[in-house]
């Protein structure tokens, strides 16, 4: 797949995708991804896909990768809630 400035879904993602912005995964919700900074470019590389951390996502931190972590909360797109008294 092309690197290119379009969202993506979570069907589209697979460990050792390249993507340039973090942004493209806006419409991606509830699930940790981790993406590591590529040396001597501004590409990013999709290193671990899931609904938890685990041991392996923790890993990547040891490692001394530039990680950054992509976490979309669905909450947040159902906006804030007021209740009455």
Known sequence: MALVNNKFTLEDLYIGMEIIDKDQLSNIYDTWIMLVKNSNSDVYTVRFIGKETNAESDKLFTQGNVVCPVYNDSM???????YEE
């Open 76 to 82: 947040e797109l159902e906006g804030d809630i007021y």
